[in-house]
């Protein structure tokens, strides 16, 4: 088939390449603007990374962050906690009704130190570059964990991708789903912390039954780090056989096509997302626009700001 011949379509498919590394580039010399290139190779080689206090998140922001945590913790428990202090079953129902923790949801809209971290930048750029610019925040939570049993052995390896095939393969290209905690107590295998099976993201499926319990690793991080992990990292947690709380602030972004878990867009008052940019914006889905009713579509919010 001559060129004149061709249909629009291969011409279409003809620019893509040079349209997605240019972005990518784009992502690129701000991860290199800010220091993080070892980060971003860990991410790409072992599936998480580890950015250390003081890099990500500095210590005014921690601190502004555990205290918020803890003053949403006593507002929704309604009991005072100690850091040193174990938890306890209060009347405070998360939806999983866990003997040895607590989540606390929607934390984006309870207090402004976590509206402000989403504006972090190290946060952005690694988000950014894992997601390919399509990243929305699907949740922000706080998991409140004290001494327990855990997951037992298995440890509750599994991935947060969604979109597998039929046959459970996960997707090659690119990755759906990004997450990174900020460590707001130590993480010691000892105290609860995360438990990961380097490289397993290429593997591109979900854990078979007690498949890598004796290759996962835990993250050992002190408080101030950002953990990021890709979505197809097998990951689960270590039980914690220590006193005292093992407190996070866990963002979970995923890419545009996929449902959220909490519900931001059209829920996000204006004067939140006129104190921030277009970034800050599209990633909660101010920019959305599907969904309408006999009205048909509606101006989305990124256009009021």
Known sequence: MSKVDQPPIFE???RIPDAVPK???ERMANIHALGLEKYIVELDTLGYTIVPPGVGCGDEETRRITDAVMRVLEKRTGQKYDLNGNGRETSYKDGLDAHNQFQLYYMLMADRACEDWLDNKVLRAIIDYALRGQAQLCSMVSFVKWR?????NRLGLHTDSQGASPEGVLTLSHQVACNVALALTPYTKEDGALAVVPGSHLYYRQPRFEEGIEEAVPIIAPVGSMIF??????HGAYPKVTDGLRLNLTGNFNNKAFKTLENYGRHVPLEVLRRHDKWFARTLGADEVYGWGEEGPKQPLIDQI
């Open 12 to 14: 279409a498919i003809q």
């Open 23 to 25: 972005n990518q580039k």
């Open 148 to 152: 327990d049993g855990g997951y037992g």
């Open 229 to 234: 992990w890709v979505g197809n990292l097998w």
